[in-house]
């Protein structure tokens, strides 16, 4: 065995780095009606039925900020760890939903594609142009970032984030060339970006306040537009 002042500069170092010394994987709630398991038991695979979120806790995901909830799209799919009922009592008298949420530890290398899956964001092309910055994607008139491809108006307010025209994604939000899930037509005029966390929280502060834009505002609540 190492000796005392090496474990204790053993210690120093892992705080360092923020790695706990004795780490285990991160508890996340679901909602059980939008998901699929293929097993009862762990590990399993859990697949979302829609659009939903892994959160930290029961609380419903408007409520909560975008560092205590992970979106996942419709049909993705995950390996957990651990699947069980909500232990934590304060979890399970929330609200009236909380007894339909289970517990989820997922595997190192799902945890990882959470944070993939959050990045992934919907844009409708006619809105945006390539000219600008070399890499860039430029808004040519006010539009969305969305969670899917339904109509923006038709979205609440925490999967969607306003970018005014001339408003820039990143060089490395790349279009996925992967189809997006969607049984209307407009699927096909719309495509998916990888926009980090960090810089969609980033997006999301600079975007136009409701309803001091009036204009923007007005285009969010009328069919002029198809984003």
């Known amino acids: 065995p190492l000796p005392l002042w090496r474990r204790y500069d053993l210690l120093l170092v892992l705080r360092r780095f923020g790695v706990a010394a004795c780490s285990r994987p991160m508890v996340w709630y679901i909602y059980r009606p939008h998901w699929n398991f293929s097993s009862s038991h762990a590990p399993a695979t859990i697949s979302a039925r829609q659009g939903t979120y892994l959160k930290r806790s029961t609380a419903l995901s408007w409520e909560l900020g975008d560092a205590d909830r992970r979106f996942v799209a419709s049909g993705a799919s995950l390996r957990a760890s651990r699947v069980g009922e909500v232990s934590d009592p304060v979890e399970r008298r929330r609200h009236d939903g909380s007894a339909d949420h289970m517990e989820v530890e997922l595997t190192p290398r799902s945890a990882q594609d959470l944070e993939c ?14 000219p600008g910055v070399p890499g860039a994607m430029v808004a040519r008139i006010d539009t969305w970032l969305k ?9 609440p307010e925490h999967e969607k984030i306003a970018i005014p025209v001339g408003g820039a994604l990143p060089k490395s939000s790349a279009i996925a060339t992967a189809p997006l899930q969607a049984s209307t037509c407009e699927a096909t005029q719309h495509a998916m970006v990888h926009v ?15 309803p001091l834009c009036n204009h923007f505002a007005w285009r969010a609540r009328h069919c002029c537009t198809r984003s």
């Open 147 to 155: 969670r899917s491809c339904q109509q923006s108006w038709r979205l």
């Open 117 to 130: 899956l959050d990045a992934q964001w919907v844009i409708y092309l006619p809105h945006w142009a390539g």
């Open 196 to 210: 980090p966390s960090l810089e969609a929280a980033r997006l999301r502060t600079m975007a136009p306040r409701m």
